[in-house]
């Protein structure tokens, strides 16, 4: 049970730092850039890709976090 707490606490970490970097990335230094682009077909595909990198790792950290919420208080750790 242990090992199956620890992975699901990793994996829900790991995706939910992707996903708040990947927020901040994209606020912070992607879209001032972005604006300033004349090519606008760079410009939508780039974040385009964003969009999909935001939707997997918002949809796995929730995921995680529900599994990882359920191990606690269903099954119960020991």
Known sequence: MGFLVAT???????????WIGGALLSTIALEPSIHKME????????MANV?????????LTIAFGVLFFWVFTVVGFS
């Open 51 to 59: 969009g999909k990198f935001m939707g997997v790792f918002s949809t």
């Open 8 to 18: 699901l606490a990793w994996l829900h970490i790991f995706f939910a730092t992707g």
């Open 39 to 46: 090519n606008y077909a760079i410009a939508q595909t780039l």
